[in-house]
């Protein structure tokens, strides 16, 4: 059988990203959840399409603050450097 297509979903523990991480997982893509919680957040994702805790086809990734500021995702606020 051929390698499932993977693929990112940033935002995945509600809202449309929920919505999108179920989809794709239903359509036998490996999803790849990034959130800033993972742990509840793929809680709800396994619950909404019941999947079992060991399938590889789902995979958490902490989006960190700095994880954040490098992808250039919104909310994330570069600190100000001091004056000398």
């Known amino acids: 059988m051929p390698e499932p297509r993977t ?28 959130m800033r919680s993972v742990h509840t ?9 019941a999947v079992p805790v060991d399938d590889s086809r789902l995979v958490g990734v902490a ?5 954040r500021m490098m992808l250039g995702i919104p909310g994330y606020r570069r600190p100000v450097p001091d004056s000398d």
């Open 7 to 34: 693929v990112v979903i940033t935002g995945a523990s509600r809202g449309l990203g929920l919505a999108s991480a179920a989809e794709a997982y239903r359509r036998e893509w490996r999803v790849v959840a990034a």
């Open 41 to 49: 957040g793929l809680a709800a994702l396994r619950e909404k399409i």
């Open 63 to 67: 989006l960190h603050r700095r994880t």
